[in-house]
């Protein structure tokens, strides 16, 4: 929780990790300081569950979040959802599927609450997983083809439809949160080009939506947690959040 800050907004932190590792440990604290409360959630990984295992769990933390809210003292009626790579995957996948019951599942204890989020926070996830490795350099593709296998089951081109699925750039529509991306220009393990295909997405629908590019940044780092950057989220949630 927040200093000095009553009911503050919630930000849910979604891990990285390929979907196959991580863990909801040493998450980012860099909004803090403007006034959010943050939770940390994990999630069932690839290597124990396919996709879309992870949704569900992070629709059932949403849920749990929500029915909480009091005890713990945020508001519930507007969530931001904010993920790294895989983490900035699921966070954007979970808020581009709103109300959609294929993909809320029934894990946890409170089915009744709400799953949906109010704003997207996405640094570096990969946004389109059937044209990811066409874009990826041979160091991308030597994560991301096991990392895929291992997500859907079976290899992408095996797996067309789930991977469309599974993609936020074909769940974008008219009815969908803000999005705010962030994203290096030198990623060697999720290329640019990826968020550029969900701003594109979210442009032809007229969304409200900010992108960010980092010059010379990679694949996470010191780069994506200085102050600067926060600031300039802090800014654009002040515009699309309802005070």
């Not at 996405?122 to 490795?133: E, K, M």
């Not at 590019?213 to 990679?218: H, K, Q």
Request: glycine letters at 8%; hydrophobic letters at 40%.
């Amino acid at each position: 929780m927040p200093a000095n800050k009553n009911q503050p907004f919630l930000i849910v932190w979604i891990h990285g990790g390929a979907w196959r590792s991580g863990s909801k440990e040493s998450p980012p604290l860099g909004m803090l300081p403007y006034g959010y409360a943050l939770a940390s959630i994990n999630y069932r990984l690839s290597e124990e569950a396919a996709f879309p295992a992870m949704v569900y769990d992070t629709k059932a933390a949403i849920r749990f979040l929500r029915a909480n809210a009091q005890k713990y003292g945020y508001r519930s009626d507007q969530i931001i959802i904010w993920g790294s790579s895989a983490g900035g995957h699921l966070a954007a996948l979970t808020a581009l599927t709103n109300n959609d019951k294929e993909m809320e599942g029934n894990v946890g204890n409170h089915l009744n609450e709400s799953s949906s989020i109010q704003v997207i926070l996405d640094f570096f996830g990969p946004s389109n997983l059937l044209s990811i490795l066409d874009q990826s350099t041979p160091k991308g593709l030597s994560v991301r083809i096991p990392a895929l296998t291992l997500l859907f089951g079976k290899p992408v081109e095996q797996a067309t439809d789930i991977a469309r699925k599974a993609s936020p750039v074909y769940q974008v529509d008219p009815t969908d949160p803000p999005l705010f991306i962030v994203h290096g220009d030198q990623d060697p393990q999720v290329p640019v080009n990826q968020s550029l295909e969900l701003l594109a997405a979210y442009k032809k629908h007229k969304l409200p939506v900010q992108l960010e590019i980092i010059p010379g940044a990679a694949h996470g780092g010191e780069a994506y947690d200085k102050k600067e950057l926060m600031q300039i989220m802090d800014q654009f949630l002040n515009k699309v959040l309802k005070k």
